[in-house]
Every structure is written in C-alpha cells, then in structure tokens.
C-alpha cells in the first residue's frame, strides 16, 4: 500500500475504518468548521491543470449515494502519485460555507493499478475481530499500564494531544469522551464493564502531570478516583510509532510545536480484539454508546 501524508516532507498518507473520515487543521482564510466523511473508490482520471482527480466512487454515508465526478485534492502536489486503476480512501472535507469547494485530504492508495515503489511505512486499519497488541504506557499518575490489563471489558481508546489548538480536533473528541464517560456513569451496569483511554502522540511535552491536569478540565475532578474509569496515557516514543501504525494515526510534527494528525478512535471488545473504528470527528457519544449496549447487553 502507498501512503503519503499532504503536510509532511515524508511519504505517507492516512486511512479509514468504519464510520467517518478524518479532518486536517484549518487553513488561513478557510473556514474552520466543516464535516469529514470517508470516501473510496476508483481513479477514473487525474487534471493537473484543476488539481482534481475523477473518481468512481462507493456511496458516502451521510452524504451522496455511489457516483462518478471529479474532486479537488487539498494538495493538487500528489496527483503524480494517482494513476487510472488505483483504488483509493480518503476524507471528505465539507466546508460550511456554500461557495467553498469539496475537497479531498488523507488520500490513501489501497491497490495500485500499477504497482511501483514499496511504500516506506505500512499503516494498518483496525478492522472487526483484528487483535490488538499489548501496548505499553504510562498514564496521568506516573503509573505503567497495558492493554490487555483491560481485557474482560468493552475499551475504548482515542489519540490527543493536550497542546491541540483546532476545537474540532482533539478538544471535541475529549469533550465527546466527556459526554460518553457521563452516559456510562448513569448506566452502572455498562459503567462496570467499560474503559475509557485517551493516549497522547505528544511524548515530548504531554508528561503525566499534563496529561492529569488536563484530563481534570474535562472529568471536572482532580480527586485520585476521577480517572478511575476514564484515563490519560502516554507511550515511549518507538511505542508511539507502533501505535499508530496500527490504529491508522497520521501524524507530521510542525515547526512552531503543533502537531498536523488525523483522528483514530477504536473499540476494543473484553476479548482484546477491534470491534469497530471510528476515524474522523463525525462520531457521536450516543453512536458509540449505542454500540456499546448492542454489544455489552445494557
């Protein structure tokens, strides 16, 4: 598989999984709100001169049903790397303004019509029944936890950033983490079979003091128990690096600290294994929780 990622001097590139898509910071003049849906489909032909890649693609739930048309590439710089043939996912950035155009981010080759470079990293999409690795971190008290000490319970496990300045990036999904731990609070029985985990890409500022400090903006707590369900973490960073090829996480450190990503969200079932992916910010705490009670019986 090809990656490339639009705003990093690396090739890579971002995938998707099982809801919505994925979003990329606003850019100066732009509007900063807009929706993010997942796309896939097939590259029909690419304009160099419009920065637009034609494509057939599947249905875009939430948005239009299965069609062939043209869309503008964020980044019209990749079209070389876009063939006829090639099947492609991508975000769909939607902008709330009328006039703005529909334009394509996190472009992720899945099968090259004609294959012809290895691709430097390989990224893997959560997919349902997907085993996941007993990763190592370190949360907001300083204290090492795993993975797979969670197992016998549904977990629910995000990527942020404390520093994060897009409010529709790492601060929504904390707020809908917010609003989930809330609902699981009210239902005791599901409360008891449930973990939140919201891990940080930030090893290099995001210490377990920040991590707890801001962790408590959202619990409304600083009491020791407030995490006690929903936690803060940090991995090492060649953790980190397996970490995100494995949950599908984008991510391109800037020179002014910021750091360019997508989103990843997975459920993880009491077997350890991927239930469902929500990439992007689309998902919803009652999506999730309606999830939750379909598959934990609550």
Not at 39 to 66: C, N, Q, W, Y
Not at 215 to 235: I, K, Q, R
Not at 265 to 281: A, E, H, M, Q, S
Request: net charge negative; with cysteine.
């Amino acid at each position: 598989m090809r990656r490339f990622f639009a705003f990093s001097l690396l090739a890579l590139i971002v995938l998707a999984g099982c809801h919505a898509g994925q979003k990329t910071p606003a850019q100066p003049g732009a509007s900063p709100h807009f929706k993010v849906y997942h796309l896939r489909g097939k590259v029909i032909s690419t304009d160099a001169a419009k920065g637009e890649v034609t494509l057939a693609h599947e249905a875009i739930p939430g948005f239009m049903e299965a069609m062939t048309m043209p869309y503008k590439l964020k980044d019209a710089s990749i079209l070389g790397e876009l063939h006829p043939g090639d099947v492609l996912t991508a975000d769909v950035l939607v902008s709330q303004d009328p006039d703005a155009d529909v334009l394509l981010d996190h472009i992720v080759v899945v099968a090259q019509a004609k294959p012809d470079y290895p691709p430097a990293v390989s990224y893997h999409v959560p997919a349902p029944g997907d085993p996941v690795p007993d990763f190592k971190l370190r949360n907001q008290d300083g204290r090492p936890i795993h993975l797979g000490q969670f197992q016998g319970k549904a977990l629910l496990l995000t990527f942020i950033y404390t520093r994060c300045p897009s409010p529709e990036f790492c601060p929504r999904v904390t707020h809908n983490f917010a609003v989930l731990e809330k609902q699981l609070a009210a239902n005791p029985a599901l409360y008891a079979k449930t973990h939140l985990l919201s891990v940080s890409f930030d090893p290099a500022y995001d210490t377990p003091e920040r991590l707890r400090a801001y962790g408590a903006t959202y619990l409304g707590s600083t009491a020791m128990n407030a995490f006690a369900h929903w936690e803060f973490a940090v991995p090492q960073k060649p953790v980190l690096a397996e970490m995100a090829r494995f949950f599908d996480l984008g991510m391109s450190q800037n020179a002014d600290a910021t750091i360019t990503h997508t989103l990843s969200t997975t459920l993880i079932g009491p077997d350890g294994k991927v239930v469902c992916f929500y990439p992007g910010n689309e998902w919803t705490a009652d999506q999730i929780l309606a999830d939750l009670r379909q598959r934990m019986g609550n």
